[in-house]
């Protein structure tokens, strides 16, 4: 079954998509921490959309995640 974009609009909602993959991989966020080195307590707050999570501990966690991000730039930019 072909993957579905999900719209992100904010850190909450990236949070609750990772948070949602995570559980259907069956992966714990202990589990996860051991595999990125990020503390559980950081994978926590990412995945409840904390605003101030780094960017690349994010991009980290997506990685690991199978998750990928596009971005799609307005209409007539290049």
Same mark, same amino acid.
């Given at each position: 079954?072909?993957?579905?974009?999900?719209?992100? /609009?904010?850190?909450? /909602?990236?949070?609750?998509?990772?948070?949602?993959?995570?559980?259907?991989?069956?992966?714990?966020?202990?589990?996860? /921490?051991?595999?990125?080195?990020?503390?559980?307590?950081?994978?926590?707050?990412?995945?409840?959309?904390?605003?101030?999570?780094?960017?690349?501990?994010?991009?980290?966690?997506?990685?690991?995640?199978?998750?990928?991000?596009?971005?799609?730039?307005?209409?007539?930019?290049?």
């Amino acid at each position: 079954m072909a993957a579905v974009p999900l719209p992100i /609009s904010d850190a909450a /909602s990236l949070g609750a998509i990772l948070r949602g993959t995570r559980k259907a991989l069956g992966i714990t966020q202990e589990t996860l /921490s051991l595999q990125t080195g990020i503390s559980r307590p950081t994978i926590r707050s990412i995945e409840h959309g904390k605003e101030t999570a780094h960017l690349g501990l994010v991009l980290q966690i997506c990685r690991d995640l199978g998750v990928t991000l596009e971005v799609t730039p307005p209409e007539g930019v290049d």
